[in-house]
């Protein structure tokens, strides 16, 4: 991830800020972490009650509850041409439905070109196992 970087009021400071952990209220704990190891291909850190604890960067993290969701939260995450490779095949081989944007998820269609933090790119769309809409894109042409 990048640092934000943001000017006080007066101007007179700038100050780096960096998103550090994000709580993603999820259905089933244990679906949740099988879905962002196999098929996000993140990493699984262990318990920290009462949250599971998953490594995106070594930065970030998410951290899943266990206390039920409607869904709805949408996900982005950024990598390389290769990992995006790797990660959508996970998620054909898993039979997850995709789609090109985020409106068409199970048209079974993409990667589309969309825009992101770092500008345009390609993106894939699909749904955990707690219908959080999650996006995979990467920049590289």
Do not use: C
């Amino acid at each position: 991830m990048r640092d934000a970087l943001f000017r006080r009021n007066d101007g007179a400071t700038i100050v780096a800020i960096q998103l550090d952990h994000l709580i993603l209220a999820v259905n089933d704990r244990k679906k949740s972490i099988e879905f962002y190891v196999g098929v996000l291909g993140l990493e699984y850190e262990g318990d920290r009650e009462p949250f599971s604890v998953i490594r995106v960067t070594p930065e970030f993290t998410i951290q899943i509850a266990p206390w039920g969701t409607k869904g709805g939260e949408h996900l982005a995450f950024a990598m390389s041409r290769k990992e995006f490779d790797e990660v959508f095949r996970r998620v054909v081989d898993s039979k997850i439905e995709y789609g090109d944007d985020f409106h068409s998820v199970g048209n079974m269609r993409g990667p589309g070109d969309e825009s992101g933090a770092q500008g345009p790119g390609k993106a894939l769309y699909f749904f955990d196992p707690s219908r959080h809409l999650i996006e995979i894109r990467h920049y590289e042409v």
